[in-house]
């Protein structure tokens, strides 16, 4: 099993870019969560899903969308990107309500 | 109010030792769960240990035990006999709501611990 895999690894992006943040899970795992983390900060909970077709704000939802059309993709978009989006994005998916497995992350820069 | 207080931003600890990392968490909610990660400087996050409010007993894994002290909302991390590898970010992590609703972390703002010789 490859677990929890994000695309892409890093990506720099101008202001008012867009772009999709790719996260794929193969554990079959219901839940899927997008988290960020800045620097020198803890995660915080984007959104997150419940299963296919479900999805719900966490946190810090602005300035992202989500969808969940599979049990195994959740990816994450962002419209319009802004400086205060610059951070590190972690997928994460969990088979119930115990540990949560992350994928490597994605470090974005919005110049 | 914080959720999730870790208030050790740095912590050193010879090779063996042991070390205790310190977590307080604030929720009204009668089931929770309490999470430890670690984040080497690859950037990975690491499941090391889970921690039932409704658990009797505190949780080990290996090296790693949970001080669950649930009057003082109290949750720290114990690593015993430190290794180098061990240096990495901790961070401290809660889940609140029963079974069946989706596991939603509330994450502290770490603890990072060296490992010296």
């Known amino acids: 099993n490859a677990g929890v895999t994000q695309t892409p690894k890093f990506r720099i992006l101008k202001i008012g870019q867009s772009m999709t943040l790719q996260c794929t899970q193969d554990?079959?795992?219901?839940?899927m969560y997008w988290y960020r983390q800045d620097p020198g900060m803890g995660l915080k909970l984007i959104y997150y899903s419940v299963g296919a077709g479900i999805t719900d704000k966490g946190e810090v939802p602005n300035g992202y969308n989500v969808s969940r059309s599979t049990t195994e993709d959740f990816p994450l978009r962002l419209e319009l990107a802004a400086p205060s989006q610059t951070s590190v994005y972690f997928c994460a998916s969990s088979p119930a309500r115990f540990k949560q497995f992350f994928g490597p992350g994605t470090r974005l820069t919005v110049l | 109010a914080q959720k999730i207080t870790q208030t050790q931003p740095g912590m050193f600890v010879q090779e063996k030792e042991a070390v205790t990392l310190d977590c307080t968490y604030d929720?009204?909610?009668?089931?929770?769960?309490l999470f430890w990660y670690k984040q080497p400087s690859s950037g990975e996050m690491i499941f090391l240990i889970y921690?039932?409010?409704?658990?009797?007993q505190n949780a080990t894994e290996g090296r790693y035990s949970l001080n669950f002290q649930k009057a003082r909302k109290s949750a720290n991390l114990v690593i015993s006999a430190s290794q180098l590898g061990d240096s990495a970010m901790y961070f401290c992590a809660m889940r609140e709501g029963s079974t069946g609703t989706a596991s939603k972390l509330t994450f502290g703002t770490g603890t990072r611990l060296q490992v010296t010789l």
């Open positions: 921690q039932g409010s409704y658990d009797q």
């Open positions: 929720t009204s909610d009668p089931s929770y769960g």
């Open positions: 554990m079959n795992h219901n839940y």
